[in-house]
């Protein structure tokens, strides 16, 4: 089955510093890579995601990267607010295995 | 588009009782569902994929007969935790893709919490 690394676990910005979190994943078959955000006791949100026919793709100050032949694939978050504070989940593959999350908290 | 309906949002039981999770699908119809958990401050495991008209299929180290999964229709599966331990708490959430290439969309989760 397919498994994902995520990196790091926690991660603590300046407010406007950027962020970045990397994943990798096992199974070269996985064509599906989306990216959630989870707030405290609540739902993962869908902030963006990326297909295998992609290298990169962006939403204002969120971006995805995704290099197949290395199979890893990266979340970027630019001029990061206080709002951004929550767990970002990295997921793979079409019924997703999900990496193990990472804090991120931005600091005022 | 794409709303996943989780009932009920957090549910207190005593040991030994059974607890029944409802997973709706408002606005599409799901034939797959699928059903994660989650403990405090680790990641969403995968339980089991729910799949309208036939069996569940379970991952590896889920007790079917404890996690019996019910999917009798185009939107709506059901997870029922039978005979309840406090091992059992945990944050149960339920999801779907929606029509196309629609993305994974969750249900709001169910809080269990086991006396």
């Known amino acids: 089955g397919e498994n994902v690394e995520q990196h790091p676990s926690t991660l603590s910005v300046q407010e406007g510093d950027s962020a970045v979190i990397k994943c990798t994943y096992s199974?070269?078959?996985?064509?599906?890579f989306p990216w959630y955000k989870q707030e405290l006791g609540k739902r993962p949100q869908l902030i963006i995601d990326?297909?295998?026919?992609?290298g990169e793709k962006k939403d204002q100050r969120i971006a995805v990267t995704l290099n197949k032949t290395a199979k890893h694939f990266s979340l970027h978050i630019t001029e990061t607010q206080p709002e951004d504070s929550a767990v970002y989940f990295c997921?793979?593959?079409?019924?997703?295995?999900f990496g193990r999350g990472t804090s991120l908290i931005v600091h005022p | 588009g794409a709303v996943v309906s989780q009932h009920p949002s957090w549910v207190i039981c005593k040991s030994g009782t059974s607890v029944k999770i409802e997973c709706r699908s408002l606005?599409?119809?799901?034939?797959?569902m699928f059903w994660y958990r989650q403990f405090p401050k680790q990641s969403l495991m995968l339980m089991a994929t729910?799949?309208?008209?036939?069996?569940?299929?379970?991952e590896q180290g889920v007790e079917k007969d404890k996690f019996l999964i019910n999917h009798a229709s185009l939107t709506l599966s059901t997870l029922t935790v039978t005979s309840a331990h406090p091992e059992d708490s945990s944050f149960y959430i339920c999801?779907?893709?929606?029509?196309?290439?629609?993305?994974?969309?969750f249900g709001n989760g169910t809080r269990l919490t086991v006396t």
């Open positions: 999801s779907a893709y929606g029509q196309g290439d629609s993305p994974l969309h």
């Open positions: 199974d070269s078959a996985s064509n599906y």
């Open positions: 990326i297909r295998s026919n992609v």
């Open positions: 997921a793979a593959g079409g019924i997703p295995t």
């Open positions: 606005d599409f119809q799901a034939t797959t």
């Open positions: 729910s799949n309208e008209g036939s069996k569940a299929t379970y």
